[in-house]
């Protein structure tokens, strides 16, 4: 019997004809050694990657091979050497300009040396633009003017941030749309690659139960959470330019909003996954001020606060590092339930999961039972339970709660769950956009934010910045705020995961 990880295999060699070119522009960054390189070992490593492949490093700093090597290879933490060894040898760095033709067509030289020493029938190249966004149209046109190729298949990767609000977004999106078709293009959204994120369809489309009760009818308020336990710490400089919203809310929990709340598809297809999470963003109205705590974190603990970070050229930056927004979509399915997207740096831990949470039985037969609620845990300890009332086992006839819990790490203990960045770049090779962000979609999504951070960037006299400890909660005002939107906390001494409890106390 065939294994689902030879189908895939054979789907990207027959895709790309047993052959391929991956450029990684901007070779010598951080975004690059930490995740890009990492994530093309990993494909490498399980067979993913057809077996004419080469990697070819592109920057403007000047380094040997061997420093080059050394610099792709030192987050690479699988300890397997023949096959790093080999990856290695896949692998070349070619130096130049971002906005100057004669590097490109350097590269384009290496490039085509590398595939007429391969014989390939057909060139297809994949350029990972890992970038800062001021070079993303310059790198465009120098590709298209110099590297492009005629004879195959080309494939853009652009990494965020797609832009700061509307109109940025919508002049990088005309002037890369000038240059590469929209097939062309992939605007990679990281998130979109996590297995609890891939889930989420599964979850909701192939189970009868979670179908029906998914609508304003049985779910009170959804909450998508992101918490970091560490604050800006060297990245003040970039982190004061886009902010928490910007950073996070707008693009990764927005992506896990339209696939909680989008309608089933007519099938599995890319576009129509893709129709469907349009859809959902248009029926979302810009988020009002009112509908927002923001807040920024001071020291505590010993630990400095966003306004002490080296890095951080304005000492009275009103940024907000932590923010709770809600909206409302405005459709048959969910009106009147509100969707909270809350973000944070220099909390108490790392989380990201969605929460949601189901209205109160009617009646309360059992009195002051605790909501149900649906939690998927994105990250860490990626898991799916059910939080519900049962009776205490024993003589005792009292309610407490409980959970139905699927812990992957338990479960699946044979299994490996991949990296993110390396289930997206197999479907760029797959030639795959379900996981990736369409211009249409794009542009929806900015409209919900851009009002709302342009009030911010302006300052008004309605924006409050509140203070919150390094490594608390968030602003104090939180838990109020949750409960003006129908979040019920509870405080009944329920932790999860559940292990080792006395039922006496209903404690760990």
């Known amino acids: 019997m065939t294994s689902p990880v030879q189908v895939l295999c054979e789907q990207v060699s027959k895709e790309l004809n047993g052959s391929v070119t991956i450029i990684v522009l901007g070779a010598s960054g951080d975004l690059a050694k930490k995740k890009t390189y990492p994530a093309l070992f990993g ?25 080059y090597i050394k610099r792709i290879t030192q987050y ?19 130096s130049g300009q971002y906005d100057e033709d004669a590097s490109f067509q350097k590269l384009r030289e290496a490039i085509e040396q590398s595939e007429k020493e391969r014989a390939v029938k057909q060139k297809n190249r994949v350029y990972y633009m890992a970038l800062p966004p001021s070079v993303f149209i310059p790198v465009a046109q120098g590709i298209k003017r110099n590297v492009y190729t005629t004879e195959g298949s080309n494939r853009l990767v652009v990494e965020k941030p797609f832009g700061m609000d509307s109109e940025s977004s919508a002049h990088l999106g005309r002037e890369l749309g000038a240059l590469f078709t929209e097939n062309e293009i992939y605007r990679i959204d990281h998130y979109l690659g996590k297995e609890m994120v891939k889930n989420i369809m599964n979850l909701r489309f192939a189970n009868i139960l979670f179908g029906h009760a998914w609508n304003r ?16 710490e060297g990245r003040g400089g970039y982190f004061d330019e886009f902010g928490i919203i910007r950073d996070v809310i707008q693009n990764h929990l927005l992506q896990v909003l339209t696939l909680i709340a989008m309608e089933r598809p ?34 505590a603990d010993g630990k400095p606060g966003y306004l002490e970070d080296e890095t951080l050229k304005n000492k009275n930056s009103l940024t907000p590092t932590f923010a709770a927004a809600v909206c409302f979509v405005n459709n048959e399915r969910w009106e009147g339930v509100p969707f909270i997207l809350k973000a944070g740096k220099a909390l108490n831990e790392a989380k990201v999961e969605v929460r949601l949470q189901f209205h109160r039985v009617a009646g309360q037969l059992y009195s002051d039972s605790p909501r149900n609620e ?99 909660r968030g602003p104090q005002e939180l838990d109020e705020f949750v409960k003006k939107y129908g979040y019920h906390r509870n405080t009944n001494g329920y932790t999860w995961p559940r292990q080792n409890v006395n039922p006496s106390t209903n404690k760990l």
Not at 48 to 65: C, D, Q, V, W
Request: charged share 30%; aromatic share 10%; with cysteine.
């Open 374 to 472: 649906l939690v998927i845990r994105i990250q860490p300890k990626e898991a799916v339970y059910m939080k519900f009332n049962n009776k205490q086992p024993g003589l005792s006839y009292q309610t407490i709660q409980t959970d139905l819990d699927l812990s992957y790490h338990e479960r699946y203990t044979d299994l490996a769950i991949p990296d993110a960045y390396e289930s997206l770049i197999l479907d760029v090779l797959r030639n795959d956009h379900s996981n990736f962000v369409r211009d249409d979609e794009l542009t929806a999504a900015w409209n919900i934010f851009t009002p709302l951070l342009h009030k911010i960037d302006r300052h008004d006299d309605d924006v409050d910045i509140k203070k919150y400890p390094y490594g608390s």
């Open 76 to 94: 690479i933490k699988i300890q397997d050497a023949d096959k790093l060894e080999q990856f290695k040898k896949m692998t070349f760095y070619v």
């Open 266 to 299: 007519i099938s599995t297809d890319a576009e129509a996954i893709r129709d469907e999470k349009v859809k959902v963003l248009k029926c979302i109205s810009p988020i009002k001020i009112e509908d927002t705590l923001l807040g920024q974190y001071v020291a």
């Open 217 to 232: 009818t049985y779910i009170d308020n959804v909450q998508i959470t992101f918490k970091e336990p560490f604050g800006t």
């Open 43 to 67: 494909l490498y490593r399980n067979g993913f990657l057809p077996e004419n492949t080469r990697i070819i490093g592109y920057a403007r700093t000047k380094m040997s091979h061997e420093d």
